[in-house]
């Protein structure tokens, strides 16, 4: 499927993955319209050739006509907090998202959707993690939802005409990215360059995937496989941990902080500590990352240093 021409829907367009994506299928020819409540982007994000509607997808209505002429859904929208102090209302948001507008493409007749899983589906799994590992264990209710929604999918993809893409990301890093690790060390050390506190003990360590790399590998997916559900690991071969996360932030601002630690093995609540997913199953489609995960840190470590300082 190529997607020149097409007219493509983004829910949650107007955030981190959201944005960069938009830009992309725009500079690729494809028609775009956002649809975001801006609890988690910015309308600033969201290039100006794509037509924007300001919608929360939790309530039905809000996607009365948004789906008319539309061949393609990409769905980014969630309520994305991993550590949240409501997480049966997450879990419900997040599914209502979903299933509200599932029969919203139903009554428009759209029958093809490109959804962003998480690595959170797995849980605390053995690395590297395929997609056909079982059992899906997540220990967050933000896991539960991304797995709960793929559930929803696989239904409808196995009971109508609807064809499914799932995505289950490693951490993806880059322009634009706030409310992580790499964006929250930077501002840290902007105020205090001398001390560095990270959370945990700073070893964990993931796959990080630089956007770049994350948007090709979506669009690579949806543009070759065909079944009717179509799920994927996107990540990187190699891992990055939080220590070198703050050292390589630290090279790039030319400082030699003390590192405080808050102690645990994990950052947070939900914190999945160790994580790095098989991409064979990727690969064997005809895609690679261009970078690996150190490259990544290290390429958009300098982009948000630029943004923050």
């Given at each position: 499927?190529?997607?020149?021409?097409?007219?493509?829907?983004?829910?949650?367009?107007?955030?981190?993955?959201?944005?960069?994506?938009?830009?992309?299928?725009?500079?690729?020819?494809?028609?775009?319209?956002?649809?975001?409540?801006?609890?988690?982007?910015?309308?600033?994000?969201?290039?100006?050739?794509?037509?924007?509607?300001?919608?929360?997808?939790?309530?039905?209505?809000?996607?009365?006509?948004?789906?008319?002429?539309?061949?393609?859904?990409?769905?980014?929208?969630?309520?994305?907090?991993?550590?949240?102090?409501?997480?049966?209302?997450?879990?419900?948001?997040?599914?209502?998202?979903?299933?509200?507008?599932?029969?919203?493409?139903?009554?428009?007749?759209?029958?093809?959707?490109?959804?962003?899983?998480?690595?959170?589906?797995?849980?605390?799994?053995?690395?590297?993690?395929?997609?056909?590992?079982?059992?899906?264990?997540?220990?967050?209710?933000?896991g539960a939802s991304k797995l709960a929604d793929e559930g929803l999918l696989s239904a409808r993809a196995h009971s109508h005409d609807l064809t499914v893409w799932n995505f289950r990301f490693a951490n993806v890093v880059g322009s634009g990215l706030r409310g992580a690790v790499?964006?929250?060390?930077?501002?840290?050390?902007?105020?205090?360059?001398?001390?560095?506190?990270?959370?945990?003990?700073?070893?964990?360590?993931?796959?990080?995937?630089?956007?770049?790399?994350?948007?090709?590998?979506?669009?690579?997916?949806?543009?070759?496989?065909?079944?009717?559900?179509?799920?994927?690991?996107?990540?990187?071969?190699?891992?990055?941990?939080?220590?070198?996360?703050?050292?390589?932030?630290?090279?790039?601002?030319?400082?030699?902080?003390?590192?405080?630690?808050?102690?645990?093995?994990?950052?947070?609540?939900?914190?999945?500590?160790?994580?790095?997913?098989?991409?064979?199953?990727?690969?064997?489609?005809?895609?690679?990352?261009?970078?690996?995960?150190?490259?990544?840190?290290?390429?958009?470590?300098?982009?948000?240093?630029?943004?923050?300082?």
């Amino acid at each position: 499927m190529d997607l020149a021409d097409h007219h493509v829907l983004v829910t949650g367009g107007a955030g981190f993955v959201g944005a960069h994506l938009v830009s992309r299928l725009l500079a690729d020819g494809s028609a775009v319209t956002v649809v975001d409540d801006c609890s988690n982007g910015s309308r600033e994000r969201v290039a100006d050739d794509a037509e924007f509607v300001e919608a929360d997808l939790t309530d039905p209505a809000s996607l009365d006509g948004v789906l008319d002429d539309v061949d393609l859904v990409f769905h980014l929208a969630a309520s994305k907090l991993v550590d949240t102090d409501r997480p049966h209302g997450q879990f419900e948001d997040n599914t209502k998202m979903t299933r509200n507008l599932l029969e919203a493409m139903a009554d428009a007749g759209v029958t093809k959707i490109a959804y962003t899983s998480s690595s959170t589906v797995y849980g605390e799994a053995p690395r590297p993690t395929p997609e056909d590992y079982a059992p899906l264990e997540p220990i967050s209710a933000y896991g539960a939802s991304k797995l709960a929604d793929e559930g929803l999918l696989s239904a409808r993809a196995h009971s109508h005409d609807l064809t499914v893409w799932n995505f289950r990301f490693a951490n993806v890093v880059g322009s634009g990215l706030r409310g992580a690790v790499i964006p929250d060390f930077i501002e840290k050390l902007v105020d205090d360059p001398e001390t560095l506190t990270i959370l945990g003990d700073g070893r964990q360590e993931k796959s990080y995937l630089h956007i770049d790399d994350c948007v090709d590998a979506m669009l690579h997916i949806v543009t070759t496989a065909d079944d009717a559900v179509n799920t994927y690991n996107l990540g990187t071969r190699t891992t990055t941990s939080v220590d070198r996360i703050a050292a390589i932030v630290a090279d790039e601002m030319d400082l030699d902080p003390d590192y405080e630690y808050t102690g645990g093995d994990r950052g947070w609540t939900g914190d999945v500590p160790k994580m790095r997913l098989s991409i064979e199953k990727l690969s064997a489609l005809g895609w690679e990352p261009e970078l690996s995960s150190d490259e990544a840190v290290r390429r958009s470590t300098r982009a948000l240093i630029d943004e923050l300082r």
